[in-house]
């Protein structure tokens, strides 16, 4: 368990902790001249329990927040310091508003220096420390009167730390491990050393873990936990590590930074959040407001933009998105204070939502239900109301990043379907997954109704027509169901319901029976539109149109622009390709030219048309067949 210290600049928090433990701590010289805390101190002692707690003994000192707050955020239960003869001062409330954003929930109030006054005034700051808690979530905290000079009261506290420590609610150990760095240093004969709190997962000697934001790999060379050396590590344990790594330096790490397990690495500069801006603010705060972002040991500037409205009254709760200025790491639920530019003030806090979150339309209702959806507390609780509106599904390698929780550990709810496409599972709502299917067909109807003269549309246009707002690769897997089912068909490249065929006219019937003796006679080397509309004497656009039209329905294939190629003419080709690969074994612009007696700039214009339809692929100056080429199989069994 790590129980930190809060409050007020010189109300004997230090003191207190050494009346606790009989320990100094962890002191820097600067510290012990000036005789206050500048930066986080730790300690660890066996207060009556069996295990070591550790505590963390954070500044008082105004300037100093910064510090408090990085030490703040791993910390399992809050020891609040008022002094009785100085009562509630401006840093015992920012600091419990500090404590109060960062969820904990667990507090002690230790009334300090009770030799100093007469009961009448510890009574009186006893009433001030009430009034102080009651409006918030530590109301009731029991309060103890205490001196660390003549020890009084002393333990009386140490038998409710021990009673706290022994309700201990362990961290959950499921998710990947990750820790927030809060010190960086060299030990000789060791090289580097980084301490934090494990806030999730467990670690192990001989573990690879990365670096946030950097991304830099590292190898686990030793570690102690809760003080003592060990050979693993749990979330909620104050953890040192040995790090080892490819030119590894204490300069290349810093406060703030995350110790991942790789699976977890994917830094991030927008972050939507839910927030509360604190009813002590005197103005309200507005859209676009530079803040200070403290996120686990990190300490950022960045700006805050309101997703409901341009401003915000004190007290009041909205929906946000948070722009870093520099990546950072995070994941759902993570809480975060803000901070004013200049770094004066707490102004408030929140909870992460998303920490993936979008650049644009986070504005849009849409959005926002998403993020009210993601306003709840576990993957199982979110996904039901999620799921409804992830048109486009939801990635489980993200969603795993985005709560911690590996894949093997979900429970989906029943609704849920997995859907496999080209890059990766998605999951849908099963009805979501239903409509689309139904919007597809539909939109294939309308088209037949409003093009009846084709065959029907490529993928990419019946994606453009159909379902624009699904990603390609969902739209893919989508149509690769629906033609497995029979509920569409493919003609070639052409999508089209069963039973749908485009017709000619008498009249196209009676033009196609003109024109197709020509075609048929040129062989390898068939008429252009020009020449056909020239010798049968009609109009270019009318031979056009039905060249066209009989390309959609399969009859003609178009090499180029106005030269069209009958489908038996076509295979033909291909089999002549096919007879040079199995004589050479590649496939050449001037081997394929000798063998079809034309020119090679026709040559080349069929080879490309070959690698377009997927019989060929090319390789520089060459080209080979595709092995899972229809065309190929089918000449196989000709």
């Not at 390609?472 to 089912?485: K, Y």
């Not at 490309?608 to 065309?631: M, Q, V, Y």
Request: hydrophobic fraction near 40%.
């Amino acid at each position: 368990m790590i129980i930190g210290t809060a409050g007020h600049i010189d109300h004997g928090k230090t003191a207190l902790l050494k009346a606790l433990t009989g320990q100094d701590g962890d002191r820097r010289r600067e510290e012990r001249l000036r005789g206050i805390t500048i930066d986080l101190g730790y300690l660890y002692a066996s207060i009556g329990e069996r295990d070591l707690t550790g505590f963390i003994d954070v500044p008082g000192h105004e300037r100093f927040v910064h510090n408090m707050l990085a030490g703040a955020c791993g910390i399992d239960c809050v020891l609040l310091v008022i002094a009785a003869d100085d009562g509630v001062m401006p840093q015992t409330r920012e600091h419990l508003a500090i404590v109060e954003l960062l969820g904990i929930r667990r507090a002690l109030v230790a009334l300090t220096k009770i030799d100093r006054v007469e009961p009448t005034r510890a009574d009186e700051v006893r009433r001030q420390i009430e009034a102080l808690l009651t409006p918030g979530p530590l109301a009731g905290a029991p309060i103890f009167p205490v001196s660390s000079t003549t020890g009084e009261g002393i333990e009386a506290l140490r038998a409710a730390l021990i009673e706290q420590t022994a309700g201990e609610q362990k961290r959950s150990e499921d998710g990947y491990f990750r820790l927030a760095i809060d010190r960086a240093f060299s030990v000789t004969g060791s090289g580097v050393v980084v301490t934090g709190t494990a806030f999730a997962g467990q670690v192990r000697v001989g573990d690879e873990l990365t670096l946030s934001p950097t991304g830099r790999s590292v190898r686990v060379r030793g570690l102690h936990a809760q003080n003592r050396e060990a050979q693993a590590a749990r979330a909620g344990q104050r953890v040192a590590l040995n790090l080892a790594g490819e030119r590894l330096a204490v300069a290349q790490i810093s406060r703030g930074d995350w110790l991942l397990e790789p699976a977890l690495q994917a830094s991030t500069r927008r972050i939507d959040i839910e927030f509360t801006l604190l009813p002590s603010e005197a103005r309200e705060l507005r859209h676009w407001t530079p803040v200070h972002i403290h996120l686990g040991a990190q300490d950022v500037t960045g700006r805050i933009a309101l997703l409901e409205g341009e401003c915000l009254a004190p007290g009041g709760h909205v929906h946000a998105q948070l722009l870093l200025n520099a990546p950072a790491h995070a994941v759902h639920g993570d809480r975060v204070v803000l901070r004013d530019q200049s770094a004066q003030r707490t102004l408030g806090g929140g909870r992460v939502l998303d920490p993936f979150a979008p650049p644009r339309n986070r504005h849009r209702q849409a959005r926002l239900a998403q993020l009210r959806a993601l306003g709840g507390d576990t993957l199982e609780d979110i996904l039901p109301a999620l799921l409804p509106s992830a048109i486009n599904g939801l990635e489980p390698t993200l969603l795993a990043r985005q709560f911690n929780r590996p894949r093997e550990t979900w429970r989906l709810p029943d609704e849920a379907l997995e859907v496999a496409t080209r890059l990766g599972p998605r999951l849908f709502d099963r009805g979501v997954w239903d409509y689309l299917e139904q919007s597809l067909v539909a939109a294939l109807q309308r088209f037949h109704e409003e093009q009846p003269d084709e065959l029907g549309p490529d993928r990419d246009r019946l994606r453009r027509y159909a379902l624009p707002q699904l990603e390609r690769p969902v739209f893919i897997a989508l149509l690769e169901q629906t033609l497995a089912a029979g509920t569409v068909e493919a003609s070639g490249p052409w999508l089209h319901l069963p039973g749908h065929r485009v017709r000619l006219s008498d009249d196209e019937e009676a033009l196609k029976a003109r024109l197709w003796p020509l075609l048929s006679s040129g062989r390898f080397d068939p008429p252009w539109v020009r020449d056909l509309a020239r010798d049968l004497e009609i109009a270019e656009d009318q031979v056009r149109n039905l060249m066209r039209k009989l390309a959609r329905i399969g009859a003609l294939q178009q090499v180029v622009k106005d030269l069209f190629y009958p489908d038996s003419t076509i295979r033909q080709l291909a089999d002549q390709i096919l007879l040079i690969e199995q004589q050479s074994g590649v496939i050449r612009a001037a081997a394929f030219r000798d063998q079809i007696q034309l020119g090679r700039k026709r040559s080349i214009q069929l080879l490309e048309h070959f690698d377009r339809i997927g019989l060929t692929r090319r390789f520089g100056n060459e080209r080979k067949i595709r092995p899972d080429s229809a065309l190929a199989l089918e000449a196989e069994f000709r």
